[in-house]
């Protein structure tokens, strides 16, 4: 049998959700690269992509029934009827049925169907129907929780789909030669528009337009591209990005991953821009063909996760080893082999935590739908307890601490004079870049007065440009004015750009870039920064109109022309949220590719104390344990690449930190993807929201805070389960060894063992509903899996103490000291046992003295009433007979609050000698 709990419990789970069903393709290509399974695909696609990647475009596009300017909105819908959606057959939600029979196959229910069986055999019809009640009550509840979860989770999906861009035709009648003979129309087409589409509608023949953040969202063929590189390491395990182009330079190659000019379903664009029409969706895509022959494996499991399976490992070895042995000592002192065999099961079912997977399941469900109410998107589950237990959040600056719009509020010369030259280089550079267009390049473009000044349409050619990215910091664009010749105008970071330049415009004249000037405009930049202001330098260079293609090997012998200055003011929810983490002890650290001192700046606005700044260059400097003490220490890091802030995630990882990273860009994805746990919001570039698992839809941050408390909130509950099954299995297993080593009869009968069983099962199914209190939510709960042996050590003892004076009580005060009294005894040990374990959730769900200083949710408060109340009644009611149970006599129920009230109150001194030694978790 297959007690691999963290498969059952969470990878199966997540399996039954389909919030987002795109954010799964990453695990899957995840797999891929981990397990080294074999790349082969099918003949005939691998042949399809070769074919695609050798045809003249013109040829392809006619073969898709396609155009230049994309398909007509009415082609599109054709095709989706006749290919379906763009959706992998993996990705797909569970059938009804499919789900209920994975909500049963965990470890404890086919333990217990095992025992019904057995039951069943030896004609113990009783047992049959409690254990089996048991099992159905188990698998109904865990499935009803689910159910409502997934359609919490729908109800916000579209909310976080990705999108692409694609080019729609509009179309009228006189048809386009190529629409004309697919469909029989003759129509007449005017030029294509750019639309967001989600990516499941995307089909066969669409033209799409990728730049940099963009995942692709199908199999595709490069259409044009400039300074194109694709991540390709989910599926063949390369680190480095791959360069595509628009031509198949080897002609002999037949591996499609060896293709230059084909884009694959689930990589991603790292910089550059293209347009690429769609060969291929859904599970006909190459990732398509390997999901329908791989099992996508499960992601390193947890603390917590680590902690459950643990636990379920002793439980159950606990009823291995103490089953066995309550039958050998009840059949050696009964002589009654069949009725020991019984009641052996029935411990052994009392044993079994059978409640543990729904209860796990359910209380993390209720955290996912209530942050989802919040609008917040939980993509794993088991994020939800590492919010919970985060300790360090790690935050980019910029749309994360600071508001998602930047203003322009300087553009100046070198020596920080207002310059309206300056500005209209940065607007002819903002406007004909085609790559990832940031918050900076939104701010320049809004001065629409510019683009009437100099009539771009008119004066202006873009003749190429050369995209941004993360090493070089930079972008250009080369423009021809009036056909005379060409300019390369290229903008940046300070220290990038002063890199290529040689020389410096001062006023009308052009000066070499000496040390002494370049110490003077270190200085004017440095001011800026000071002033709050993110600096991005603007240099130019005239070229002849000699040639029309461009690199970055153009980009030297520049002359630096002035600076354009941004204003980025914080969020108003920056400061109450860091404030909010801070005094629920979360150390928030600063993590940005910005300069210190606008980032110092930022820190001071938001009251973020800033005890320390470590530069990229000084990262670069140290070894991983030079720069594992120094992060300890620093909270804030400027000058940042991706590299840089990944590394320092996985050194605080390291160092025994529970880390959360909050992101929204390309640069900060690898930092997203090695984090604990990933945020970003619905805002981000696609790659940053596949690597996260939270997503947040509002910008306040204050919902951060809101997701730790739900974190530590659903840990409590759980680990309220896990405390209180653990000890009172313990108690219960000491109590059983107890009466039968003593006894002459059984202490309670097979039947009325699985009856208390199944009552205290129910008490139970509201504890993920339950408060928590508000002390309990003040530090990050981490999981430690050592102590719940010590609880259980102290803790189970108690009840076992009072169970042997209810003995006792049942053998000197009441006589039920002979078989033919054993009807007494057992009744009055069947009512103890069953108010004491459904109290122990009220002492130990808490360090407070219960229903007074700190009182459970009324749902917890109902069931256990109801149960506690259910339980005095069946000896006292019409069913008495059936369970083979009686009525206690008066004096009984005079005693009975004195053995509950001594029970709590030992528990209660136990807990304050538990809690000042060893801390309360």
């Not at 190659?253 to 347009?275: H, R, Y």
């Not at 030297?556 to 920056?574: C, N, Q």
């Not at 620093?634 to 529970?658: D, E, S």
Request: proline share 5%; glycine share 6%; with cysteine.
């Amino acid at each position: 049998m297959n007690f691999n709990l963290l498969k059952e419990l969470f990878a199966g789970f997540l399996r039954t959700r389909h919030l987002a069903r795109h954010f799964r393709r990453l695990a899957l290509l995840d797999t891929l690269t981990q397990t080294g399974v074999s790349r082969e695909v099918p003949a005939e696609l691998a042949k399809t992509l070769v074919a695609a990647a050798r045809s003249a475009p013109e040829a392809l596009l006619e073969q898709l029934g396609s155009h230049s300017d994309g398909l007509a909105e009415s082609q599109a819908e054709r095709i989706r009827e006749r290919v379906g959606l763009n959706e992998i057959e993996h990705e797909k939600p569970l059938p009804w049925w499919g789900h209920l029979w994975h909500c049963y196959k965990n470890p404890f229910n086919l333990l217990l169907t095992l025992l019904a069986v057995i039951s069943y055999l030896t004609e113990d019809m009783k047992a049959t129907v409690v254990i089996s009640t048991m099992v159905v009550l188990s698998t109904l509840l865990r499935f009803w929780q689910e159910a409502k979860s997934n359609k919490a989770a729908d109800a916000l999906k579209a909310m976080v789909s990705n999108t692409a861009t694609v080019i729609r035709r509009d179309v009228s009648e006189n048809a386009a030669p190529v629409f004309e003979r697919h469909f029989g129309t003759h129509v007449h087409a005017r030029p294509g528009r750019r639309v967001e589409l989600p990516i499941r509608q995307l089909v066969p023949g669409d033209v799409i337009v990728l730049s940099a953040g963009d995942m692709i969202p199908a199999d595709c063929r490069v259409f044009t591209a400039k300074d194109l590189f694709v991540s390709q390491a989910a599926m063949t395990g390369e680190s480095m990005p791959v360069e595509k182009f628009v031509e198949q330079r080897d002609a002999g190659a037949i591996n499609p991953l060896e293709l230059d000019n084909i884009l694959f379903m689930g990589t991603n664009v790292v910089s550059g821009a293209a347009t690429a029409v769609v060969l291929s969706t859904g599970n006909n895509t190459y990732f398509g063909a390997l999901a329908s022959r791989v099992t996508a494996t499960d992601r390193a499991p947890t603390s917590f996760q680590a902690g459950v399976n643990k636990v379920s490992w002793l439980l159950i070895r606990f009823m291995f080893v103490m089953a066995p042995l309550v039958l050998l000592i009840n059949g050696f002192t009964k002589h009654d082999w069949m009725e020991a065999l019984l009641f052996a099961l029935s411990i052994a079912v009392g044993l079994t935590p059978e409640m543990l997977p729904m209860i796990v399941t359910s209380t993390l469900a209720k955290g996912a739908v209530l942050l989802s109410r919040k609008k917040v998107i939980v993509k794993r589950l088991d994020a939800i307890q590492n919010f919970g237990a985060m300790d360090v959040l790690c935050t980019d600056k910029t749309g994360t601490l600071t508001q998602d719009r930047i203003f322009l509020a300087r553009h100046t010369d070198i020596w920080g004079a207002e310059s309206d030259d300056v500005l209209q280089f940065a607007y002819l550079n903002s406007y004909y870049q085609t790559g990832l267009k940031n918050l900076l390049d939104v701010a320049v473009l809004e001065h629409v007065d510019v683009h009437r000044e100099l009539d771009v349409g008119s004066n202006y050619r873009k003749v190429d440009e050369i995209p941004f990215d993360f090493t070089r910091r930079r972008m250009s664009v080369v423009v021809s004015e009036r056909e005379d010749h060409h300019e390369l105008i290229c903008k940046g970071a300070v220290e990038e750009i002063l890199a290529v330049c040689a020389t410096v415009r001062h006023g009308d004249g052009v000066e070499p870039l000496t040390p002494g000037m370049l110490a003077r405009i270190r200085d004017v930049t440095s001011t800026l920064n000071e002033e709050g202001l993110r600096v991005v330098a603007v240099a130019v260079k005239e070229v002849p109109p000699a040639k029309e293609n461009y690199g970055v090997a153009d980009e030297r012998e520049m002359i630096l022309v002035g600076y354009v200055a941004f204003l980025d003011p914080p969020k108003e929810s920056t400061a109450p949220a860091l404030q909010a983490l801070a005094r629920h002890g979360v150390a928030v650290k600063v993590l940005t590719g910005d300069n210190e001192r606008v980032t110092a700046k930022i820190c001071r606005e938001v009251g973020l104390e800033h005890r320390g700044v470590l530069l990229g260059s000084d990262i670069e400097r140290m070894d991983d344990a030079q720069l594992g003490t120094a992060i300890e220490e620093a909270n804030v890091f400027a000058r940042l690449t991706p590299t840089h802030k990944a590394r320092i995630v996985r050194l605080l990882k390291a160092n025994g930190h529970v880390v959360g990273f909050m992101g929204d860009g390309i640069n900060d994805a690898p930092a997203l993807r090695t984090a604990d746990i990933g945020i970003s919001v619905d805002t981000a570039v696609d790659i940053a929201k596949e690597a996260a698992d939270i997503i947040l839809l509002e910008k306040s941050l204050m919902v951060l805070e809101e997701g730790v408390l739900e974190g530590r909130r659903t840990f409590s509950n759980m680990l309220k389960y896990i405390n209180m099954t653990a000890s009172s299995n313990f108690g219960n297993v000491l109590s059983v060894l107890a009466a039968s080593a003593f006894l002459p009869f059984l202490p309670m009968l097979p039947m009325q063992l699985l009856m208390q069983n199944l009552l205290y099962d129910i008490s139970q199914i509201a504890i993920p509903f339950d408060n928590v209190d508000e002390e309990l939510l003040k530090q990050p709960q981490r999981w430690q899996p050592g102590d719940i042996g010590r609880f259980m050590l102290f803790f189970g003892p108690i009840s076992s103490v009072f169970d042997i004076t209810t003995y006792l009580m049942m053998w000197f005060v009441f006589g039920a000291n002979t078989p033919a009294q054993q009807t007494l005894f057992q009744s009055g040990w069947f009512i103890v046992g069953l108010l004491t374990q459904t109290l122990i959730v009220h002492m130990i769900r808490t360090p407070k003295v219960p229903f007074l200083q700190s009182r459970a949710a009324p749902p917890l408060l109902v069931m256990t009433g109801l149960i506690m109340a259910v339980g005095i009644f069946l000896p006292l009611g019409p069913l008495a007979h059936y369970f083979r149970l009686q009525a206690p006599p008066p004096l009984y129920f005079a005693f009975l609050p004195l053995i509950l009230l001594g029970y709590m109150g030992l528990t209660q001194a136990m807990k304050g000698f538990y809690t000042r030694r060893y801390g309360w978790q």
